[in-house]
């Protein structure tokens, strides 16, 4: 494949920068593969409670002039760079989707990992307010300091939703995710 576009590089320039009380990820990315940092059921209430955590996404000023009309969504798109993965460890091909053992291994682009050869991330964020050329969104699962490569209005319509297929293991994730939401609720 000489000549084409896979042997170039790409320049990305950050469009902006996340800014909240997430000081580390919950997953690391070491030589063995993915591991969490603490216990699975606090881990659990982390990215749970990060769907009402606030956080800003602060645009550069030579850019706020393309936040123009965003206010009038509900939600974004928010794609960053992983920025705590060290280069050294986006050489992973797979993985225990969540650093869970219980899970089987799974190519790295079958998996949300963060541990990927360009650690590109997404999250649909609820869009609070805009002011100026902060966002404040809640949502976003992101470290503080990352960088943001782009944002884009989510329009659910654009977006299948029937015939959706996805492995037994998310959907356990996905479980695990929402009993620990109902025993946070609860409280």
């Not at 590089?9 to 070491?30: M, Q, S, W, Y």
């Amino acid at each position: 494949m000489e000549g084409t576009t896979l042997n170039k590089d790409i320049t990305l320039r950050p469009v902006g920068i996340v800014r909240n009380t997430i000081k580390e990820p919950f997953l690391v990315a070491g030589a063995d593969g993915l591991s969490m940092r603490g216990e699975l059921h606090d881990n659990m209430k982390r990215v749970h409670s990060s769907q009402a955590e606030s956080s800003e996404i602060v645009i550069r000023n030579d850019l706020a002039g393309i936040l123009d009309g965003i206010e009038e969504y509900s939600h974004i798109i928010v794609l960053y760079w992983a920025h705590k993965v060290q280069e050294s460890r986006r050489t992973l091909t797979k993985v225990h989707p969540m650093g869970r053992k219980d899970y089987p291994i799974q190519g790295i682009f079958s998996t949300c990992s963060p541990a990927r050869p360009n650690p590109v991330l997404m999250t649909v964020a609820r869009l609070k307010e805009r002011k100026g050329n902060v966002l404040t969104v809640t949502g976003l699962d992101a470290v503080d300091g990352s960088p943001v490569i782009d944002i884009k209005p989510y329009v659910g319509r654009f977006y299948p939703d029937e015939d959706i297929r996805i492995p037994d293991w998310m959907q356990q994730i996905q479980r695990e995710v929402a009993q620990v939401k109902s025993q946070v609720d609860m409280i």
